[in-house]
DNA sequence: GTCTATACAAGGATAGAC
DNA sequence: GTCTATCCTTGTATAGAC
């Protein structure tokens, strides 16, 4: 694997472990196995590294995408989707959901990087706005979507402040009947 | 005003506008008009001020619910608690939910005061749990708090992802017609 | 209790040899 | 392209006079 795939690697697990305004350069040299000096080769700046890392996180959802693309019906995608967060319970109780933990610290922190945070939480939305729309649910996907990806997003909040995957979990098993219930 | 209040002041806006890493002591010292030296008289370390904090946001919730407690109905206080936090949809679009976003800032960092950060999240669901049993939903009490506060929680990470409050705004609306036809 | 000066460590970034 | 040494700034924390 390349310095930069192993650099941008082991900025996204720091990043998603610490925080990204916790994670020095030197960790991410570290534990790429990247001497400090030459990682500026590679990214002149720390916030280079923000961006590489939320290109990563958005190159991860497109790969989802696909992999869901291959289920039958629009219903079995979400629900795939929600098992996917579900299954990730025991980390997200942990550290957050990957992505919304770190839409929100780059917000908060006014990072330059900050604005290309937003396809983080979007992106998925999106999606599932069109899946709604192909149950034929025409004008209120947009609803649909967000009562959706609001309820995992908080899920995954409050599973993370209680230290405990089951509240995730069950807020995954509602959304899972209430998608085969529409 | 004391100083020790005008310093905890300081830290919690700062702490809510930056994030708490990357407030500095000095930030506080300057924001609160306090000497950089002198704010070591109230606080031995930066680990205490988060306390400090922590306890700040504990406090203004049992006074929220002090004056959630006047209204009649527990449905009306419900209805009040989502009227309270889309009245901030502005500034949570901005920065986030005050308590969510400082919970996940310290649980992430893994700072010494994370596990005091419970509370944040907790009590508010414990008491929307009281609300619903009051209501007379006596086994499903627990499952509709986390409902209600994933939703919020979700709804303010995605209105700042966005930066957009309309997306707190319409799903609190939605969360109230809910609770309404409990 | 208050405040100035400063110690000390850590972090982002660069210089410059190879 | 790679890597060591180091600059410079910032941040937590303390010393010690008042």
Redesign the interface.
């Given at each position: 694997m390349g310095k930069r795939e192993r650099l941008v690697e082991a900025a996204v697990n720091l990043a998603y472990?610490?925080?990204y305004?916790?994670t020095t350069i030197a960790d991410i040299a570290r534990e790429s196995g990247v001497p400090l000096g030459n990682v500026y080769y590679y990214f002149k700046t720390k916030d280079d590294i923000a961006t590489a890392i939320l290109d990563h996180h958005k190159g991860q959802f497109e790969s989802l995408k696909a992999e869901l693309a291959a289920l039958p019906s629009p219903k079995a995608r979400l629900v795939a989707f929600v098992n996917k967060t579900v299954g990730n319970a025991g980390e997200i109780a942990l550290?957050?959901c990957p992505a919304?933990?770190l839409?929100?610290?780059l917000?908060?922190?006014?990072d330059k990087a900050a604005v290309e945070?937003?396809p983080?939480?979007?992106a998925p939305?999106e999606w599932m706005a069109e899946q709604f729309g192909e149950m034929g649910h025409s004008d209120d996907v947009e609803?649909l979507a967000?009562?959706l990806?609001?309820?995992?997003?908080?899920?995954s909040?409050?599973a993370?402040?209680?230290?405990n995957p089951e509240?995730l979990a069950?807020?995954g098993a509602?959304l899972k009947m209430w998608i085969n219930g529409l």
């Open positions: 472990r610490q925080g305004t916790r550290r957050g919304g933990s839409s929100a610290e917000l908060k922190a006014g945070a937003f983080l939480l979007a939305m609803a967000l009562q990806q609001s309820s995992l997003q908080g899920g909040l409050l993370q402040n209680a230290r509240l069950r807020e509602r």
